[in-house]
């Protein structure tokens, strides 16, 4: 067919720019001049509770809701205005949506019916591509028949046979179970590699952005906290918000009470003292800093064996102890910290094992503290909202 | 304590139920039965010799009305409003999908119809049309009446469906490059398609059965409920019963073909 040309998208750059976007649902402020530059062919996700504007964002980029003001750049070209088809985009829906009237073939190749692609060679098409996510053998039946990893496969090829420059998924995992859940994140991050093609992946699920990404940028309220790779996100989380949403740190804070080259000394306001490398600290004498220390790099020991003073150690009370087979997620209380978790080793914990009530010592390395850019601001408590 | 004994609650409610249905049914079956009634018998109970001379009796009357005209007049009657009840309320609930300015207030607006008697507002058209110097007629003003009582319902079942059409399903068709009126002819239409059967049987049946609506506004010529009650204050035959059974039979036939079509619709999405 003359058209088949048609259906191959210009093979061009799928980085996707956002500049100054914005989206306003009336009064309501949902992604509020949002700056970002998705590479080419890199695996993002964006993560945040639910109402922070990843949706938003991704649906501006599909085409689907219109910007307030701001532009999108798929490659060089601004998209704004543009249908979908034109944009090299195909978007994968949470509900997948696939056509309950349709069979499996005729949703694949759907898009090429739009396009006018002769029947025979539509079909042809939606065969390779039902073959390539291991499918063509159920081409026959209809949505309702196909279990829900099935679906979202049937789902992938029928956004696959546009041949997008970029792959829009709209928590697409979701209505998995736990089993096929990691089945597919594997199946899609493979994917990725294998094609080249620029995925942004809308998620709220932490483990999934970490694994999946190369590019993970966390929201909060139409706002981007930050942006980076997942190591840098999960190990160096630039806000409070951050380390807090991502689950694995404890973040204190403390006013800084002196410095010297090699390090900052911060007091907390229950008195205890802190060291933290001063190279990070930007704040002056009398200022706040907050920091934050990874779950599995605490140690806790009964209290009495604390000599007075001692820097880099909190007195607090068990809360609770959650045995997660590898480990023990010990909860402790401590004054003026609304949550602080201890992630021990089995054999640690057994070897001293520690029940809710007991007073105990927190303590870490002062090298393994990293000084967060900002003060915690306190307004964030747990992301959940509980 | 879960025991098998049903609750003696069963069976009071059985009992209820069981009343329910001999009064819905019965007299639809006297009707049918008494239809077959043979040539000595009455208008009542028992049955004696049955016979088809009162069907013939319809059909070619003698001492009965003028049925076949005014089952000619019922029919596509019931057809033009089962298909402008199906366009109206098709259009109208897509229409109503996005909110605007005084939807709400036009919504029941539209619906308001259904509150007002029948038979007010067929006088109410009538002086209408009167002021208008428009005469009364079965395919105006009858056909007019006739939508105010389909078109509520046509809406409102548009409601229901279109509320459980997920919109990520236009979407989606959107997103594979379908034109708007692709996303409407290929994805919506077929899916809410069932919905629009519904439609279509409420617009036919409610208009072939109508009677306080169409009483002043079908003008000289009588529609088959009219003039089924005409005969009842003056023929005092079967026939009565013998057009009664068959115009039964015609709403059942349109409800069944109807029906029908949904379940085979649906038996082929779920391709058994």
Not at chain 1, 18 to 24: F, S, Y
Request: hydrophobic content about 45%; some cysteine; overall charge neutral.
């Amino acid at each position: 067919m003359e058209n088949t040309d048609k259906t191959a998208h210009a093979s061009g750059s799928g980085e996707i720019r956002l500049v100054n976007l914005t989206k306003n649902f009336g009064a309501t402020e949902a992604v509020k001049k949002v700056n970002l530059t998705i590479p080419h062919a890199s695996y993002c996700c964006m993560i945040g509770p639910s109402g922070c504007g990843k949706t938003t964002i991704l649906r501006m980029v599909a085409g689907h809701e219109n910007p307030t003001s701001g532009e999108i750049f798929i490659g060089d070209e601004m998209v704004v205005g543009q249908p979908p088809v034109n944009r090299g985009t195909a978007m994968m829906f949470q509900s997948y949506a696939l056509f309950p009237h349709l069979s499996i073939l005729d949703n694949v190749a759907f898009y090429l019916k739009m396009r006018s692609v002769a029947k025979a060679d539509r079909r042809k098409r939606a065969h390779e591509m039902l073959e390539r996510v291991q499918l063509d053998h159920l081409r026959d039946r209809m949505p309702a028949q196909l279990s829900g990893g099935q679906q979202q496969r049937v789902a992938l090829a029928r956004a696959l046979i546009t041949n997008p420059k970029v792959l829009l998924l709209d928590e697409p995992l979701s209505a998995l179970d736990e089993f096929l859940r990691l089945q597919m994140r594997g199946e899609l991050k493979s994917l990725q590699s294998e094609l080249g093609i620029t995925f942004l992946h809308v998620t709220h699920t932490q483990p999934e952005a970490i694994a999946l990404a190369d590019m993970v940028v966390v929201m909060d309220n139409g706002s981007i906290e930050q942006a980076g790779s997942a190591r840098e996100i999960f190990d160096a989380p630039s806000t409070a918000y951050v380390a807090r949403f991502m689950g694995a740190q404890n973040v204190l804070t403390g006013l800084v009470e002196r410095k010297s080259r090699e390090s900052a000394i911060l007091k907390t306001s229950s008195g205890d003292m802190l060291e933290v490398p001063a190279a990070p600290v930007q704040a002056s004498v009398g200022e706040a800093v907050s920091v934050s220390i990874r779950r599995d790099l605490v140690q806790v020991r009964r209290a009495g064996s604390r000599a007075k003073g001692d820097i880099n150690t909190i007195e607090g009370i068990i809360e609770a102890t959650e045995y997660q087979g590898n480990f023990v997620k010990i909860a402790v209380i401590i004054e003026g910290v609304d949550t602080f978790v201890a992630n021990i080793s089995d054999q640690s914990y057994f070897a001293e094992p520690v029940v809710p009530g007991d007073k105990v010592t927190v303590s870490w390395n002062g090298s393994d503290v990293h000084v967060m850019a900002k003060p915690d601001s306190g307004i964030a408590g747990s992301p959940y909202g509980g | 304590m879960i025991s098998d004994r049903r609750p003696w609650t069963f069976y009071v409610l059985a009992l209820l139920f069981t009343v329910f249905v001999l009064f819905l049914y019965g007299p639809m079956l006297s009707v049918l039965v008494l239809a077959f009634q043979g040539p000595s018998g009455s208008l009542s109970f028992p049955l004696q010799n049955s016979s088809l001379m009162w069907f013939d009796e319809v059909f070619n009357p003698t001492r009965v009305g003028d049925v076949p005209g005014a089952f000619w007049r019922s029919f596509p009657l019931a057809i033009m409003v089962m298909l402008l009840t199906i366009l109206i309320s098709v259009t109208a609930g897509f229409g109503f999908r996005r909110r605007f300015r005084g939807s709400s207030i036009l919504f029941y607006t539209s619906i308001a119809s259904l509150i007002i008697p029948g038979l007010v507002l067929s006088i109410g058209i009538l002086v209408t049309a009167r002021f208008l110097g428009v005469s009364a007629n079965w395919l105006t003003t009858g056909l007019g009446a006739h939508l105010t009582w389909t078109l509520p319902f046509g809406l409102l079942i548009m409601f229901a469906i279109l509320g459980r059409l997920d919109p990520s399903f236009e979407e989606a068709a959107f997103d594979l490059g379908a034109s708007r009126w692709q996303v409407v002819k290929e994805v919506v239409i077929p899916i809410v398609f069932p919905g629009m059967i519904a439609v279509a049987l409420f617009g036919f049946t409610l208009s072939y059965d109508e009677f306080p609506r169409s009483w002043l506004t079908i003008g000289t010529l009588n529609t088959l409920p009219l003039e089924i009650w005409t005969m009842t204050t003056n023929v005092t035959s079967p026939a009565l019963y013998a057009l009664g059974a068959m115009t039964t039979g015609i709403s059942f036939m349109v409800i069944g073909v109807g029906l029908g079509s949904i379940y085979f619709i649906q038996r082929k999405r779920a391709g058994s």
